[in-house]
């Protein structure tokens, strides 16, 4: 462990950064301020500060009286100077990240950077892993990542592009060569950059529309992933080749992004069949774009001329044979210089896509003229490194195609039932489909999946549900012949219960002639169906609904064409609403074990869809920890996982921390599935005394919460109250509705506003809240509890995970803080009672989570983020307590005023700017 000198000199650069930046912002406050301005913020930040480390009641009134003493304009300006402080610090902890990077890769002591490509390949060498093995092994490997629109990045596209110039300027001031003049003038830009960020309204005046939240996503494809996601199998096919001298490797392509973006109907109306297939077109624009800049380029480099060098005969032909096809005028005209003759029919056909016959139809078609490329030049280059550009295009190919991502279709289980309800009792085989009992809705589908004729009427007049309904499928076939199958591979079907659920999309797949039954028998089946088993209910029942899949000969047939592989999506966000985060994430874990252990039986295999969310109640957390926690049984499964829009900016807007971040899920996917991850499961025993001892804390764990969220009728009016719930709805982040239907009801409202609130609130309790019962409970029964809990942490990685993530969420809680939200509580006895509960459960969690992690305090064992959080929490207090008073004087109000509404939500998007998440 370092010590606290050594940690110091580690960030002794990053402080540095920070002063200088906060600096800059205060010259800034002044110009537009006044020394008023600069003073009111530094009297506000002294305050909070003085409250930090000596609460007490003179400090905090008088903090209130400067907070209560604000009006507008300043009020706005000072709550706009802390919110863009955090901006400005989580820029310097980014380049910090950078920094260090580099500092390992300059290192001469050979220290190899934790959970990098390098450290995986001298695990496996350590390990004495052969070649044969560890090719089996990367040919198995598999981890997608899926970018989703929600929970919607908080921060403006302008505002992120200036924060990526000044990283920018950040990384280029640590270059050592820099001479006066060119420091000064970086210096100037950064200074210039800072006042830009200052001038620029941070907030959206409208909320995105579907198509605003692709072009974002696609934003990040553009800027670093199109780059990057082929850098990382490069990177580790030299790594291989450098520590396993000789041996022939060949990385495939087991690292991939795919996107909801335009394709999660689910409680969005706004995502019909036309955003989807607009959508899927943008993607395709971007790749071809994107290829044609890399063609250019390679056509410059290749000058090769045959009166110097010798080409294949393949390559000779193919450009006589097709040359003749593109006009005149588009043609490379110095016949000697074949490659370049080759590349100028390359990017003719790719400009043709969508215009013409002479076009590509597939990419393995340009792939194809590709390898003829590589496979000429290689025959007259003395190094094949020579052709790395050449070689990454091949990859980008091959990893992109000409759909760039593959879109993955989400909607409601209810949905699809209402529209097979209607299909069917139009042709009268029932009249009511959904009074039906599960076994007599498996009876029907099975024959209607047995017989070749449609269901379906040409000129029915169904209703419109069930119309758009068809148009999905509709689409998603024309997707398939427009931009190929792996443009749309999967349909998602969130809140899943029964296997009927399934069923139904494969009958609604077969009208549109997606699933195709022949008249031998056998099936054609274009799309994957996933379940997405989200409530605690719902993940007990997983293994049962898809035996009864499973057992059934028509589902086996569907199965058969995907090379008996199922994809089975977990929901950690309504799992942990529904049950608490301690249940829900136990009863994650037993869930892929026991549909492991059940598709084992049937020889069918799995890919676990993983739907994380970036903030802590929503089983957020870094990649590489996310993985090490699964079952060991399922490390060597597929694996899938979402990356929320919350997070895309911090992990994929600078392209270092983007390779940083890919690196790191890449090497812990590789020495997982390896068996040689020391911070694995594979490393330890399970013992069955540990998964007793879980499933009985998480039975208390679960009841204290529900008694709570469900059985205090006075817990929702406490909830609306006693957080900004009301005013999240303004904030313009997202294209989706905060509630899956128009309703006040609990279960609709999404947990993604219901995690936002609380952090908001510093509550924070969907990430902690009635952990600390359960776990205490079994301390408290017997002696030797304690000891096996301890034994548990030091030794299973999935205990160790949840406790360490749970000390995360309680460092993130503030119980100070959120007393301030209980005033806002109507019933002042209602709030104090409810608000006693959540704050006795926090320190009953506390004091068992130090006992268990032997800590004296909570993140004793990660010192860098519990720094960071103590030194950022004096700039979150003020905000915190100006947006309590904001929403008192919102609320009492008659009439909504906009100025402090715009007030409220500057405070909301500062606070989620230094807490670092949204939902």
Known sequence: MKTKSQTNDLTTPLRRDINALGNMLGDILVHHGGEELLNKVETIRQWTKDLRSNPNVSTYNQLKKEIQSLKPPMRAQVIRAFSIYFHLVNIAEQNHRIRRRREYQLREDHDVQPFSLESAVLNLKKNDFSKEVIQDVLNRLSLELIITAHPTEATRRTVLETQKRIATILKELDQPNLTVREKESLQDSLQN???????????????????????????????????????????????????????????????????????DRDGNPNVTPEITWETLGKQRSLVLEKYEEVLVELMKRFSHSTSQVTV???????????????????????????????????????RQIGKSDFAYGYSDELLRDLYQIKESAESHQPNKRELKKLSKLIRQVELFGFHLATLDIRNHSGEHESAVAELLNKVRITDDYSALSEQEKLDVLQDVLSDPRPVSLLNEDYSESTRK??????????????????????????????????LEVLVLAKEASIYRLHSDGTVKSDLNIAPLLETVDDLVAGPEILKTLFDMPVYAKHLNHHNNHQEIMLGYSDGSKDGGTLTANWRLYKAQQEIHDMANEYNVGLKFFHGRGGSLGRGGGTLNRSLLSQPVETLGDGVKITEQGEVLSSRYLLRDI?????????????????????????????????EDAMEEISGVALKKYQSLVFEDPDFLTYFNEATPLQELGELNIGSRPMKRKDSSKFENLRAIPWVFAWSQSRQLIPAWYAAGSGLSSYVDKGEDNLKLLQHMYENWPFFRSTINNLQMALTKADIPTAKEYTTLVNDKQLGERISKNIFDEYERTKDVLLKISGDDELLDHQPTIKESVRLRNPYVDPLNFLQVELIKELRQSE?????????????????????RNTG
């Open 193 to 263: 950059e800072v006042t830009v960020l200052w001038q620029t309204e941070e907030l959206r005046n409208r909320k995105p529309t579907v198509m605003d939240e692709v072009r974002n996503g696609l934003y990040y494809f553009d800027e670093t992933l199109f780059d990057v996601l082929p850098e990382v199998h490069q990177e580790l096919e030299a790594r291989l080749e450098e520590h396993y001298p000789g041996e022939d490797w060949s990385v495939p392509n087991f690292l991939r992004f795919g996107s909801w973006i335009g394709g």
């Open 312 to 350: 294949t005969d393949e390559l000779m032909k193919s450009v006589e044979s097709e040359e003749g096809l593109i006009p005149e005028d588009k043609r490379w005209r110095a016949e000697r210089e074949i490659y370049r003759r080759k590349f100028a029919i390359i990017l003719e056909r790719l």
């Open 469 to 502: 309904m068809l148009d999905v499928f509709q689409m998603i076939r024309k997707a398939h012949v427009e931009f190929g199958k792996r443009s749309i591979e999967v349909y998602l079907i969130s809140m899943t219960e029964s296997a009927s659920d399934l």
């Open 658 to 690: 983007a390779y940083r971040s890919l690196e790191q899920g890449a090497s812990t996917i590789l020495e997982g599935a390896a068996n040689v991850s020391k911070e694995s499961e594979q490393s330890y025993h399970r013992e069955q005394s540990w």
């Open 895 to 915: 009439d909504k005023n906009e100025d402090i509404l715009t007030e409220v939500l500057l405070t909301i998007s500062g606070i989620a700017a230094g807490l």
